[in-house]
């Protein structure tokens, strides 16, 4: 994966592209910057849900924890790979989701807001932000009565080694749970048929952040070990 020296990589577009290819054959909808009002500003990843009342079999098993139960027909997703949980994102993400339903004419039954974090929140910014853990491993909610409405968060490193969260826990900011995620997937490849453009793009993704021996160090400085 080649860049121009210096220039930042666009983490949520190459999410989005992975989201958009695993998702699509299966009736989901995936924008990537989406505009959440008339002018910028722009979310990162929009998924939509399509027709049906709830959430079919097979988009449940491409959708991670957090956001497969979620009765929302609109999840919105704020992806932060190169920082953690902080105070200016949860603003953000809550603005996003202001606009998006007020643009878009949706009650709050309509949209999840989902804050995404490849590196694991710290335990007192958690605190700070009111961040409680729940029964899934890595899917946090908040109990700020203030905080309406509330917007979920995943750590990455955190999250299950389920099949369901490997398309997600591949962008983990650990080296270990990044890798657990790609084995999963290697697996997955051949059981779920997936599509060759999103084969393609995981092995894309694999080869950058995983490169053999006569390819040099990891390119990744966000990696941690």
Sequence with gaps: MTNQPNAPIAWHCLLGEVLEKLLSPVGLLVFTELSVMNKPPKADILIIRREQATWTEPQRQRLPDGLRDSPASHLLLEFKYTQSLTGKASRQALAYDHFYKEVHKLTDSDVQTVLLCAKQPQADHLTQY???????PGVY??????WQPKV???SLNE?????HNAF??????????????FEVLWDLMSTWGLSTPLTWLLNLLWRDWFPSPEGGNMKDEALEP
């Design 141 to 146: 909610q908040s109990d700020w009565p203030s």
């Design 168 to 181: 997600v826990k591949c962008f983990a900011s650990k080296f270990k749970e990044k890798r657990k995620a």
């Design 159 to 163: 999250l299950s080694d389920a099949p």
């Design 152 to 154: 979920l968060l995943l």
């Design 130 to 136: 009111g961040y409680l853990k729940t029964s899934l």
